[in-house]
């Protein structure tokens, strides 16, 4: 079993033993009473959660649902559980029921950051470009927000994906400026200089990222296309073999398998 998975299982365990005990009475007892209640909820809420966001990561869909749920049943107005719901339902293809669960999410919190971020995303992945940005620049812009890098390479792909190539340099640009460890950043400056003819710059930020890091079937398949273009075809074949090998299944591998290169 994950290892924090399991400390989290155990930390269930300790708040399920956890109950409020006296003999005393009088209003401000059960003030006190109803706000260690209240307390506990929220830290049940905040486990279950937690909780479940490790089982999404893990792929395990079906049960991160059911620990969004129970912590929603714990405690109702607890905003990341609704953040949860949301994402699994997005990662299962039901759109309408994670559009409801970010929509009360951030009802609940119309600040957060995070939230904010991932529904951001979720409109860039149903057709809704620019309305996503404005998400994404307002987590980015949250100033308790810790990674704002996240936020801006979000908008750099969004930007991509409709062409608009200037905002999408800057976006990431700026990601990258933020957090210089940032490969997707990379990435996406890469696929903007190669929609824009510039092969040499494109090759630059793919191999500084294979400088830092194994390279993915997304990075291999962009390095291969810009050899192509480069017309360095010993680079190309090594860069198909590469794909061929380590990533056989992959979206990637079809295209090149299928020729469509661009």
């Known amino acids: 079993?994950?290892?924090?998975?399991?400390?989290?299982?155990?930390?269930?365990?300790?708040?399920?033993?956890?109950?409020?005990?006296?003999?005393?009475?009088?209003?401000?007892?059960?003030?006190?009473?109803?706000?260690?209640?209240?307390?506990?909820?929220?830290?049940?809420?905040?486990?279950?959660?937690?909780?479940?966001?490790?089982?999404?990561?893990?792929?395990?869909?079906?049960?991160?649902?059911?620990?969004?749920?129970?912590?929603?049943?714990?405690?109702?107005?607890?905003?990341?559980?609704?953040?949860?719901?949301?994402?699994?339902?997005?990662?299962?293809?039901?759109?309408?029921l994670a559009e409801d669960s970010f929509q009360q999410a951030l009802r609940l919190a119309p600040g957060d950051p995070e939230i904010s971020n991932n529904y951001g995303w979720f409109l860039c992945q149903t057709g809704r470009e620019q309305q996503a940005i404005g998400y994404f620049m307002a987590a980015a812009k949250n100033p308790l927000y810790t990674t704002p890098t996240k936020p801006y390479t979000n908008a750099g792909i969004c930007?991509?994906?409709?062409?608009?190539?200037?905002?999408?340099?800057?976006?990431?640009?700026?990601?990258?400026?933020?957090?210089?460890?940032?490969?997707?950043?990379r990435l996406g400056l890469a696929e903007v200089a190669y929609r824009q003819g510039r092969y040499n710059e494109a090759k630059q930020w793919t191999s500084d990222i294979e400088k830092?890091?194994?390279?993915?079937?997304?990075?291999?398949?962009?390095a291969l296309r810009i050899e192509r273009k480069l017309g360095n075809r010993e680079a190309e074949a090594r860069y198909a073999a590469q794909l061929r090998r380590r990533f056989p299944g992959s979206p990637e591998q079809g295209l090149?398998?299928?020729?469509q290169y661009d």
């Not at 991160?64 to 109702?76: G, V």
């Not at 930007?159 to 950043?185: G, W």
């Not at 830092?212 to 962009?222: F, I, K, Q, R, S």
């Open 1 to 96: 079993m994950n290892m924090n998975i399991a400390a989290l299982l155990g930390l269930l365990v300790l708040l399920a033993g956890c109950t409020a005990t006296g003999s005393g009475s009088g209003g401000a007892q059960q003030a006190a009473s109803t706000q260690t209640a209240a307390s506990d909820q929220q830290a049940r809420a905040k486990v279950h959660t937690e909780l479940g966001s490790l089982y999404l990561l893990d792929g395990r869909s079906a049960i991160a649902l059911e620990e969004a749920r129970i912590a929603i049943a714990a405690d109702s107005n607890y905003a990341p559980a609704y953040n949860l719901l949301a994402l699994t339902h997005m990662g299962l293809g039901e759109q309408r």
């Open 212 to 222: 830092t890091m194994e390279p993915t079937a997304d990075v291999l398949w962009m």
């Open 256 to 259: 090149l398998s299928q020729g």
């Open 159 to 185: 930007a991509y994906r409709v062409k608009n190539d200037k905002a999408a340099q800057e976006f990431l640009s700026t990601a990258l400026r933020l957090a210089p460890e940032n490969n997707q950043a």
